[in-house]
Structure formats: structure tokens, C-alpha cells
């Protein structure tokens, strides 16, 4: 399954771009514990995008039956930067968790469109991270 839809440029389209990835990777029949983890890294990224980056953003899901990947397209040159904040810092944990959380991540220039580059993680789905795995919902 391959899906995309454009985010807005603000911080008001974080929760439907949310929305809308859980829909689509719960009709790719995404398993409960990689859905939870899944969604929480959709979340950072498109945060990123619409925070710190310049329009247009893009969001695509494509999951396979051995991993999903989603990638967040912006016009922003700059790569995202993984930090380790101090815990009384507000924010700057939203790579931190796409790098902690996800089988493997990254950046790709994109060609021949608007979009300058493409944030990307993927998550196989024989690999959930143990901490997150207690929490989700039995089947």
C-alpha cells in the first residue's frame, strides 16, 4: 500500500496528517505495537516539516510485508539534526525518537519537483522496540 497527501504549512496540521497516517496503516493492516510507534514518528516528522522547513510538505506511507516507510517532503535545504537535549529542555527530541525508535532513517534530495529533500525512516516489521511493545493494545 502507497499513499500520500499534502500537510499544510503550520502546526494546526499536525494532528490530521496523524489522522490520516494511523487510517492508512490501519487499512495496511499494521500490527497494534508498530502502528503506536509508527504514528508517535509520523508525528515528529511532519512536526519538522511544518515547524522548521519551507513548503510544500508532503506526507507518504508505503508499507510492504517486510517494512513501512514514510517519508515527509519539504523545501527546505537544511538536513534535520539529531540532538541529545537536557531533560528540562522543551523540545529537540523529535529526531532523537525517529533515531532511537525506527529500524533506520535518513534524508533524500528529491528530484524534478518543488520538494528539496525527503525525511525518511523505515520500521520493519519484525522490529518493534521493546519498551514500546508492553504498551500496546492486546490483540
Given at each position: 500500500?502507497?499513499?500520500?497527501?499534502?500537510?499544510?504549512?503550520?502546526?494546526?496540521?499536525?494532528?490530521?496528517?496523524?489522522?490520516?497516517?494511523?487510517?492508512?496503516?490501519?487499512?495496511?493492516?499494521?500490527?497494534?505495537?508498530?502502528?503506536?510507534?509508527?504514528?508517535?514518528?509520523?508525528?515528529?516528522?511532519?512536526?519538522?516539516?511544518?515547524?522548521?522547513?519551507?513548503?510544500?510538505?508532503?506526507?507518504?506511507?508505503?508499507?510492504?510485508?517486510?517494512?513501512?516507510?514514510?517519508?515527509?517532503?519539504?523545501?527546505?535545504?537544511?538536513?534535520?539534526v539529531l540532538r541529545n537535549p537536557p531533560p528540562s529542555a522543551l523540545g529537540g527530541r523529535g529526531v532523537?525518537?525517529?533515531?532511537?525508535?525506527?529500524?533506520?532513517?535518513?534524508?533524500?534530495?528529491?528530484?524534478?519537483?518543488?520538494?528539496?529533500?525527503?525525511?525518511?525512516?523505515?520500521?520493519?516489521?519484525?522490529?518493534?522496540?521493546?519498551?514500546?511493545?508492553?504498551?500496546?493494545?492486546?490483540?
Amino acid at each position: 500500500m502507497r499513499a500520500e497527501t499534502s500537510v499544510a504549512p503550520a502546526l494546526s496540521a499536525v494532528a490530521p496528517a496523524r489522522r490520516w497516517a494511523r487510517e492508512r496503516l490501519v487499512e495496511a493492516g499494521v500490527e497494534p505495537a508498530r502502528l503506536e510507534v509508527l504514528v508517535l514518528l509520523v508525528s515528529e516528522l511532519v512536526t519538522n516539516a511544518v515547524a522548521h522547513a519551507d513548503p510544500p510538505v508532503t506526507l507518504r506511507v508505503d508499507v510492504d510485508d517486510v517494512r513501512t516507510r514514510v517519508e515527509v517532503t519539504d523545501g527546505a535545504r537544511e538536513d534535520p539534526v539529531l540532538r541529545n537535549p537536557p531533560p528540562s529542555a522543551l523540545g529537540g527530541r523529535g529526531v532523537m525518537f525517529v533515531d532511537r525508535l525506527s529500524s533506520s532513517w535518513g534524508t533524500t534530495p528529491e528530484e524534478g519537483g518543488v520538494a528539496v529533500k525527503a525525511v525518511w525512516f523505515e520500521l520493519r516489521h519484525d522490529d518493534v522496540p521493546a519498551d514500546l511493545a508492553r504498551f500496546a493494545p492486546q490483540a
